[in-house]
């Protein structure tokens, strides 16, 4: 069965099916290719694992699954002048461990949030600092004129002070996976506490019965159990099967199989990310080239030798079976600044390559390896494999290296120093904003930029454009220096855009009776009912 954006109540239920225990209890079990980075609500800006913190962890204000805004441990707010926000915090919510949610907890989450490492730390970049009024109130002084505050707050997660300090967790740590305290304990104000989890296995919460929203919860999942399987016919089988009520993405090969399971939708829909390769432009010797003194990505040539190599019309028809859209962009239609002409993609030109490899001193090519992650994006490997022999065509002694997502990373990201040449990565705005994508992917040289621009790409207009970018209030005048800066960084070729992948979801419609399919292909419970 196929349906489009949510699964609608009057699905018939299939009688006389067999079902593992969990089928007769309100416990909702949902896989995807892999496991969150960490319960750290200040590293990990991941899309996976922000999704878990907004379950877990309260926000100011909570980004609802139709991208619309909503108080959240904020009541109500007020915009006093072009830098001034006052807030009214809501008054009787706890943390999950009963300590009282007080003004105190938001300025220190904002100390700790913004210390040098925290990857969440671009969210509050524009923020001067945060006073406190008195317990229940607070007012945030931005550095200028913030048009996308209140987008940027739905990300800024507030922890408990007195837990954080009394087991010594004010400090965050760099890397996937890692072990220290706040990466493995969680202490929110959120609708579900986190009761289990064993990394790359399974992560388990339950409803939060002293939520302050309770009552309005849409949901009844009462137990929810999140699993990686990161095997496509192992995640088939277990939907298939009942052992999961839920899974994502579908292997674009599997659609039609599962779609004549009577007992199975499948959600289709647009999505907001957008997947891309990076090129090393800072290092002075490629890492792939030791002892050379040379760095051929530093030549525009070069990288422009690139884009006209690789046939985005053959990933879309082949490896992504119609299920993409090939892109020029760095980011996708419906986050703010989007313009079409910059959207359009590289032309295909396989001798135009080789003719710029040779203007730029490398007519024989030079070797270089492909990070590319194997288990977070739709047929991530498969499309790096692809683009693998598009590269050897005009010369490039392209290899691969395709891991893990939490390995992949640490590796291309600051927990290794960016330790890479050449790297696969997908991005959607947190904030539904160009400006998050130029302060993550774009730019290097302001407090909360570059986190994930693991090539380096820096230029001087760009810099300049993004910090007017980011106190420019008139809409009209932002869009028109938005598009200068994406089409200096695209004539700049300072990446590499392939596509915006589609959402492609898997529901048991025997066991869910409603689920909202969101565009940034992540599950939040407060939107999942399962049938009495």
Request: charged share 25%.
């Amino acid at each position: 069965m196929k349906n489009t954006g949510k699964l609608l109540a009057s699905v018939a239920v299939v009688a006389m099916m067999s079902f593992s225990a969990h089928a007769q209890d309100n416990t909702f079990r949902y896989a995807t290719t892999g496991d969150i980075l960490g319960l750290d609500p200040h590293m990990h800006n991941h899309g996976t694992t922000n999704t878990m913190k907004a379950m877990v962890y309260g926000a100011l204000v909570h980004r609802k699954y139709d991208l619309v805004l909503e108080p959240d441990l904020a009541e109500s707010w007020e915009n006093v002048d072009d830098v001034t926000w006052e807030f009214k915090l809501r008054e009787g919510v706890n943390f999950h461990d009963g300590t009282p949610f007080t003004a105190d907890d938001v300025l220190y989450s904002f100390r700790r949030i913004t210390q040098e490492g925290a990857e969440m730390s671009g969210f509050l970049s524009n923020v001067e600092t945060i006073e406190k009024i008195d317990d229940h109130a607070i007012r945030i002084i931005t550095k200028g004129p913030d048009p996308i505050l209140l987008q940027n707050l739905s990300q800024f997660f507030i922890v408990n002070e007195d837990f954080m300090e009394a087991n010594n967790a004010f400090d965050v740590v760099l890397g996937g996976g890692t072990t220290n305290f706040a990466n493995l304990n969680a202490n929110g104000t959120g609708p579900y506490e986190i009761v289990e989890w064993s990394q790359d296995n399974r992560l388990v919460m339950e409803i939060n019965e002293d939520f302050w929203g309770y009552d309005e919860l849409e949901t009844n999942v009462e137990r929810a159990e999140f699993l990686p399987i990161g095997n496509d016919a192992t995640r088939v089988a277990a939907i298939l099967s009942g052992e999961i009520d839920m899974m994502y993405p579908v292997p674009l090969q599997d659609v039609p199989r599962l779609e004549q399971d009577a007992a199975v939708e499948v959600l289709q829909g647009p999505e907001l990310r957008t997947i891309f390769l990076g090129m090393d432009q800072h290092r002075d010797e490629l890492m792939d080239m030791p002892g050379s003194g040379d760095n051929p990505f530093k030549d525009v040539r070069v990288r422009q030798a690139f884009a006209h190599a690789i046939d985005l019309n053959a990933i879309q028809r082949v490896v992504m079976r119609g299920a993409s859209n090939p892109t020029g962009s760095m980011i996708a239609p419906g986050i703010v600044g989007f313009d079409e002409e910059i959207g359009q993609p590289y032309e295909y030109n396989p001798e135009r390559s080789m003719e710029l490899l040779a203007e730029a001193g490398y007519p024989d090519g030079f070797p270089v390896t492909l990070d590319c992650p194997n288990d977070r994006y739709v047929n991530d490997e498969a499309i790096c494999s692809s683009v693998i022999p598009m590269l050897r065509r005009i010369g490039i002694d392209a290899n691969l290296n395709a891991q893990t997502l939490s390995l992949h990373f640490n590796k291309i990201g600051a927990a290794e120093n960016y330790n890479t040449s050449f790297y696969m990565l997908g991005w959607t705005p947190g904030t539904y904003d160009a400006l998050n994508a130029f302060q993550n992917l774009m730019t290097l040289d302001g407090p909360g930029q570059g986190t994930w621009n693991s090539g380096r790409y820096t230029n001087p207009r760009v810099e300049e454009l993004y910090d007017q970018i980011a106190v420019t209030v008139d809409q009209e005048e932002r869009n028109a220096l938005i598009r200068e800066a994406m089409q200096i960084h695209k004539d700049d070729v300072g990446h590499l855009p392939l596509h915006q992948q589609a959402l492609a979801w898997a529901v048991r419609t025997d066991r869910v009776e409603h689920i909202e399919q969101r565009p940034h292909n992540d599950v939040d419970l407060r939107y999942v009912r399962l049938r009495d």
